[in-house]
């Protein structure tokens, strides 16, 4: 980890602009409160890219646009946005020569949004946390070089059930599966329940999270010996499906 934080100190001091890339469904849990006091320190600009827009409401994605400025929202799975998102760079570049520099916790898409821009695979992704190892350097025009970091953590931070919701921890490697779920049926409880077909669960009064969790395993059969609610393997199931969008967020 010491070693990430040294490409990413590198890149912070080359940048001109600075995009940090935030999960359009977390967007408060991914900002990354230590490299925005560095950036705030610097003085320098910062442009919030707020990618997997295509996974969450937009109702409040229209609400937070209104108060997290500058921001352009994009899917670069889909490439909406990104060409308001290169119209917004050259609009802060003025016509001169820039370094922007792609920062933001892992698996957030830092990739995937300057492979978006490049119109190529300039860089590489991976659906795995950390892929991106060192500073990659992509051109994506004549005055415009951007520079991809490692995702990496606020080394203060412990907050593993967080970093489950959007991915920046694996499902398969995550502890305490069973919290991340019970936290993100919480507060996805409608998208959840309709994505498994068990909206009646849902809409029973007073049925909490935990009562959801286990109707979904004993729907999809995932039981131990003695037919009890295998929980741990159910809630790993549901991780899976979000961090890999299968489950698309329409509020709570």
Excluded: C
């Excluded at 610097?42 to 997290?68: C, E, F, H, M």
Aim: aromatic share 6%; glycine share 8%; no cysteine.
């Amino acid at each position: 980890m010491p070693s990430f934080w040294k490409h990413v100190n590198a890149v912070l001091q080359r940048s001109d602009i600075i995009l940090e890339v935030l999960d359009a469904r977390f967007i408060e849990e991914t900002r990354h409160s230590e490299i925005e006091r560095k950036i705030q320190g610097s003085g320098k600009q910062i442009l919030y890219v707020i990618n997997k827009s295509d996974l969450a409401d937009i109702p409040t994605l229209q609400i937070i646009k209104k108060r997290l400025q500058p921001s352009i929202f994009i899917s670069s799975t889909d490439r909406l946005g990104t060409t308001l998102l290169k119209k917004k760079l050259f609009e802060l570049a003025r016509g001169k020569e820039v370094v922007v520099g792609v920062v933001g916790y892992p698996n957030v898409g830092k990739s995937s949004v300057i492979n978006a821009l490049a119109g190529r695979k300039a860089a590489r992704t991976s659906a795995e946390s950390g892929f991106t190892k060192g500073l990659q350097k992509v051109r994506i025009s004549p005055r415009i070089v951007l520079l991809d970091t490692p995702g990496v953590f606020p080394r203060k931070e412990q907050a593993q059930q967080k970093y489950a919701l959007f991915g920046a921890i694996d499902y398969a490697k995550i502890k305490d599966p069973e919290l991340a779920a019970i936290r993100l049926i919480q507060e996805h409880s409608k998208a959840i329940t309709s994505y498994y077909g068990v909206d009646g669960v849902g809409d029973v009064e007073g049925t909490g999270a935990e009562e959801i969790l286990e109707g979904i395993a004993k729907a999809f059969h995932k039981l131990r010996k003695g037919g009890q609610a295998d929980l741990e393997a159910t809630a790993r199931m549901i991780l899976r499906d979000w961090q890999t969008g299968k489950i698309r967020s329409t509020g709570s």
